[in-house]
């Protein structure tokens, strides 16, 4: 366990050792970076997206709903 | 307050055993979203695309940093090699950053091109910021912090400032922070904004006007457990004018954890109190927007469904 993660879990903290080793398929790459470019133009963003933990049922069951803004 | 049957399913999963949702993440056009998940022994995330609603990457062994400014791209790292990863949500190759040891916390700049670091080496060595040229590698390290741990850096929308938390460099899991507003350029400190909570992970979050930041007041500082156990904390969320430096209550709960704020491009503040989710519209009381009890982590998607 790194020190970065140990400082991580501080500013972030979660209850973290560390495990499923090799189960990680991310790919590696010579290619030269692309750099993100600025905020691209996009319609509203008028949808609450949240996360609903009520239907747990034996597990933990998040529902993520949108929902339509319409709030005072 | 709307009605709750207007809302619809989007996902629905049993969390993985021993796990569960931590955060949620829009991207800055809504148009994708990360859930975050805290596990005891490990944590993952997911991504999922509204334009490819079928296919969801899982993101192993490792923690959402960042969205690019065109929601484009993420940052992520892997808590097993420490390495920071560059990923399109497109599916493309994931890149590598090379970025220093002991990296924690990066984000992007508003243009996209740079990306702002944190580091540390170690308990007692305090930390360092700098900043990586995505174009051309550059690295170039700005601020060394030696007591303390610098977090949750952010340029201002418009890219005219910087801000970021200094937390004391102790084994302490939850302590009292320092809002810096900084330098866009260098990271140098420019004024103390604000005592803010520390250690959670609640990061303050930039007005889309750039003029103000929303942050998590603890409402018991003094509160001993509340150093040690992460539901002790009693909050509210505080407004500072970054230009003027005045600092508002935005929200006035007794006893409450409130967290998770996250502005809607227009302007509107989503936040979750004991539970529940919230809208407050500024100049106006918060609305609540859920019924008590089990719901979390608001966040602002462009389209409700794919």
Known sequence: MT????????IWPLLIISLLAGLFTSQTTSQPLIPPGPAAPSGPTTHLLFVNFADRGGGNYPDLSPEQQGHA | MPELSQAASLYSQPDPPHCQTDAVYAAPNGSAYILQYNCEDTLFARLLNLNNPDAVLLLNQGYFMNWSPDGAWLLFRNVE??????IPINGGEWQPLDLPAGTYDAAFAPDGQRVLYAASVGLGFGSEMGVLNLADGRLT????????LVAH???SPDGNVL?????????????????????????????????????HGYAPVWSPDSTSLVYVHRGNPDDIQADLEPLALRSNLY?????????TPITQFEDSLVYDAVWSPDGLLAFTADDAVW??????????VS????????AWLSSPMP
């Open chain 1, 3 to 10: 020190r970065s993660f140990l400082i991580w879990r501080r």
């Open chain 2, 81 to 86: 090699t420490g390495q920071v990863w560059l």
């Open chain 2, 141 to 148: 390290p700005w601020q060394t912090f030696p007591d303390h």
């Open chain 2, 153 to 155: 850096a952010a340029w």
């Open chain 2, 163 to 199: 801000a970021y938390v200094l937390l004391p460099d102790t084994n302490i899991p939850f302590v009292i922070g320092e809002l810096w507003l900084a330098e866009p350029a260098s990271g140098k400190q420019l004024m103390l904004l604000a005592e803010v909570d520390a250690g």
């Open chain 2, 239 to 247: 407004q500072v004018d970054v230009y003027a430096g005045a600092v």
């Open chain 2, 279 to 288: 809208i407050w519209t500024p100049s106006k009381m918060p609305v609540q």
């Open chain 2, 291 to 298: 019924p008590p009890g089990n719901y979390r982590h608001p």
